[in-house]
Structure formats: C-alpha cells, structure tokens
DNA sequence: CCAGAACTGGACTGTCCAGTACTGTTGCCT
DNA sequence: AGGCAACAGTACTGGACAGTCCAGTTCTGG
C-alpha cells in the first residue's frame, strides 16, 4: 500500500475529510451540503466522519477555522515595504497589488460568503474569523503605515484608520462585486485600476 | 368586518404574506425558514400562501426584489448638497452622516445579508439588486458629485470612482462589522467618527 | 503475529419540510 | 340572494438528510 501522507491511517482520513468538507462547504454552502457528500468526496465511510467529528456543526466550525492559517500568507502580501521617498508611490501600488490579489482571490472571496452568510447561525465563527482574520492582516497593514509615518513618508496620527481607509478605497468595488454575484473572476486590468486609483486616493490624503 | 387595508380581500391577504415572508427571511435566512412559519405568521393557510406564490423560490425572489423600491429613500439620502464653498466639509460631513446612518440601519444590513447568503443559489437575485439597488445608490452619489465638480469645489475626472471611494472610506469599516458579527448596532458617536474621518481623507483627495 | 482499534458499506430511524389534496367556510360581486 | 372564488384547517405524500447501528474487513502497534 502507497501511503503518501505522513502519519497514521486515521490522521489520513482524518485530513481527507477537512479537505473535502471545506471543498463541499465552499461550493454549496452549509445548508445545502450533505455529510454524505463530504464521507463521499473524501473516500470515507460516514462512520468515520462521526469518528473524527462529532456532528455536522462542529465539522463547519473546524474546517473555517482551520482557513484562518492561511492569513499568514496574506501578512507577507502586505509587510515590509523599502522607505523609499522617490518611489514611495510605486511601491505602494505594489503593495495595494499584491494586496488586492490576495484578497480577491476566488477562494478567499468564496471563504467569505460562506463565513457571512452563516453568522446567524454561528456567530461566534464570525467574531472569530473576522478577528483572527480580517484585524490581523489590517493590524500588519497599519504596522507598515506607522512605520512609513516614522520615516516621515506618510502624515498620519491613526494608523488602524489609515489602514481601514486604505483598505477601503482598494477593496469596496471589488468585493461588493463578488458578494453579489456568483463567481467574481475579476480581469488584471480592473484589478490594476483599482490599486492605482486608490493609491492616488490615499496619498493624496495621507502623504 | 372592519378591513382597514384597501384592496379586497385577496389584496390583502397578498401583502400579509409578503410583510410576513421579509420578516421571517431576513430574520431566519432562507434555509431556516419554512412555509409554515410564513403562514402562520402572516395568520393564512398554507394554501393561501401556494395560491399567491408559486413555491419558496418564487416568494423569496418577490420579497427580496420588493425591498429595491426602498431605495428611493436611500437616494433622496445622498442626493441634493448646497454647492457652498465656505462649508463644503460640513455639507459633505452632513451627507456622509445621512449616507452612513441609512445604510447601517440594521434593517438594510440584515437584508444585505440575506441576499449576498443566498447570491450562489439566486444569482440573477443577487445580480439585480446590486444593480437596482446599490449602482443606483452610487449613481447618485456620482451625480452629486459631477455637480460640485461643475461649481469647482471638487477636482473630479471619474465621478463614479469618487463615489465608490467615498463609499468605500464610510462604509468599509461599519459594513464588515455587522456582515460577520450578528447584529451590529452601531453607536452615534462611532457613526460620527467614520464620517468625519471618511469625509476629511476623501475632500484631501479630491478637493 | 495477533489483538484491538479504525474503517467500510449499507441499512435504518426520526425529523423536517415543500408541496398537494380535500372538506368545509367566508367574503365578494352582480 | 346566490354563486363563485378565495380562504381555513388539517391531513397527507414524497424526498432529503442528520445521526445511529451493526456485521464484516483492514490496518497498526506491541
């Protein structure tokens, strides 16, 4: 028998059925999606995804905080930044272009709507997905815009707001556009007006 | 029999199940509620409810494409500011308050919800009232803008991109709050704060 | 190599719910 | 008044699905 995987057979199964469940979770959304979908997708009897969650709840809870460890990535899309007064505008762009593709993302977008529309029925997920997500990487953000302040290259005294602003004047357009509509697919040219556009924006306010 | 409501019977009995359907949709979700629920709240029989609307999806797309005729408030909200250069900002501030407060109501929020939650199943739902309801809104927006810029107290090219950023500087922070917590109720002094601080960055950038 | 744990597959229960059927009642229109 | 269409109430059908049970199989660790 080929194993691949690391780990035991259970941890096997045990990581087969969070892929699946999040696959089937983001494509159909909570309600619409059966566990016998997800023991399906994943190769797996329904027993065993029994075994390893203790029901279809706990399952959804899991699966959307385990999304929460790809922030990580999105951190490094928006830290560091040369303070370079000459170029300050293009690295900005640069950044607000790394920032914009992350961020819209089809399964990022995806994760969102799936977190969004359950927030009544789990209300704590979004406090905790919005907190451990979403502040985190606008907590980085604003990490950056301080520092860019101290080296006298933004004029800023609230750098959270900054950051919210920044993310705003970027983000607004593009994810209301997914929000509504099914699959968002956003071209590279749009995404490139938006993040020069906005940079223009914030500058023209914060510099 | 006292009937109050105009219209004959079936008249009003068609807008008790309407009234009765917004309300338990936004409060429940789609999934979550149940024709039963609906009858029994809007006091009709089930087949009452089957005679008026061909089945769940018919009634939920009804409900939902009813609420954009809300949007009149919403547009005589953000239309219409003295072209006054002395008190721009107050004038703008006062607009952004006006905007700010109608679009947080819990109300607007909750239906927001309801339709981006259901966006996968209903696309054209989805697509329509972001049309009909927020592009209109925008549009708006966009107009009083063109305005001011023809009086030369605002430095526009795009006017709908000013817009957009307008929105997005207000609404980014308060609007993803309450789409990933329950219900959000925002302060007046936080409502206070987004508007003068939006509307302070947006007339840098654009005055 | 050999227990015991984990897994399979499928049947099964209980529940919820959309939509229909049916019988009788109430309101409306002429 | 009278006739019809809409209504109430309730029972029913059919399907979906969460969660359980069990009998037999496969893996794994000592």
Redesign the interface.
Known sequence: MEANEPGGRSARKHQAIIEAATAVFME??Y??TSMDDIAKLAAVSKQTVYKHFADKETLFAEIVMATTDRVDAMIDAVSGIPADAASLEENLVRLAHRFLTTLTHPQVLQLR?L???????F?EL??A??EQG?ERVLATLADTFRHLADQGLLRID?AT?AA??F???????PV??A????SPQHTQPELDHYAT??V???L???R
Chains 1, 2 share one sequence.
């Open positions: 159909k959304g309600a619409r709507r977190v969004v529309a359950n927030a009544d029925s209300p979004g406090a997905w919005y979403f609230d707001l919210n602003h993310s705003g004047l970027l983000l607004w357009i209301n556009k929000m509504f509509h099914g556009a906005g223009r924006a914030f023209a306010a914060y």
